[in-house]
């Protein structure tokens, strides 16, 4: 991944779990990074629920050549006592973030003639899940942007994907029943949906574009 060398990454949510691993990984193949979240490279604590904060981010950042979407919040409820807060803060930073560092960095990226673009969507981005909406409705939107985004990116030397892993190894699913989900009954290993991310910004995914890949041990085939 030598062609990755000093390539900027921008990563959202990355100061833990599947975030940090993405860093880590991009760190290992020589890119610049810059971590957001709210607790290494270089932490950026914008609050991602505020497009102000998304911009001054992204002007301080300078130009970003990679872009991981991983931000995330999750709640758990019934519809009907879902607060309407948790609804609206999960719109912002799960889906509205993205489109905001998307408009942002893509200028740049189309006038360099060179950029990936990664939003991480979920399992539950292709199967619904009871008492989880917030986090369903905006997984499944992050996919419906990335395929318009990779349309508009055509023929300009960009790329846009999304990610959709299952359940992954991080200290919160620790025990988790994986009963009628990943057909193994192991968790996903950070490692491997990295090394996924880090695949399509290398010099062998120029044809990858619109791709929604799943990672889930064939969960989502079932």
């Known amino acids: 991944m030598s062609s990755l060398s000093g390539k900027i990454a921008l990563i959202t ?3 833990q779990g ?12 020589g890119c610049i990074i810059i971590n957001n979240g709210i607790v290494d490279g270089r932490v950026v604590g914008a609050d991602l629920r505020k497009p102000a904060d998304i911009e001054k981010m992204i002007r301080d950042a300078g130009p ?3 872009l991981v979407n991983n931000a995330v919040v999750r709640h758990q409820s019934p519809i009907e006592s879902f607060p309407s807060d948790k609804w609206d803060e999960a719109l912002a930073v799960n889906l509205s973030s993205a489109f905001h560092t998307i408009r942002l960095t893509l200028p740049g990226m189309k006038a360099r003639g060179w950029g990936r673009i990664i939003n991480m969507s979920s399992i539950y981005g292709q199967r619904g899940a009871a008492n989880r ?9 992050l996919i419906g942007l990335t395929r318009a985004i990779a349309l508009e990116v055509v023929n300009t030397g960009v ?14 699913h620790q025990g988790t029943d994986l009963k009628g989900k990943q057909p193994t009954g192991r968790l996903i290993p950070l490692d491997d949906v ?16 619109g791709s929604i890949l799943p990672i889930d041990a064939a ?3 079932g």
Not at 18 to 29: T, Y
Not at 133 to 141: E, H, L, N, R, S
Not at 194 to 209: E, K, Q, T, W
């Open 159 to 172: 790329t846009c994907n999304a990610v959709c892993p299952g359940t992954v190894d991080v200290p919160m």
């Open 64 to 66: 970003i050549d990679i």
């Open 194 to 209: 990295s090394a996924l991310v880090l695949f399509l910004c290398g010099p062998n995914s120029n044809d990858i574009n």
């Open 219 to 221: 969960w989502s085939s």
């Open 13 to 15: 949510g990355s100061t």
């Open 18 to 29: 599947l975030g940090q691993a993405i860093a880590r990984k991009f760190s290992e193949a």
């Open 133 to 141: 909406v917030g986090y369903v409705t905006t997984k499944t939107a």
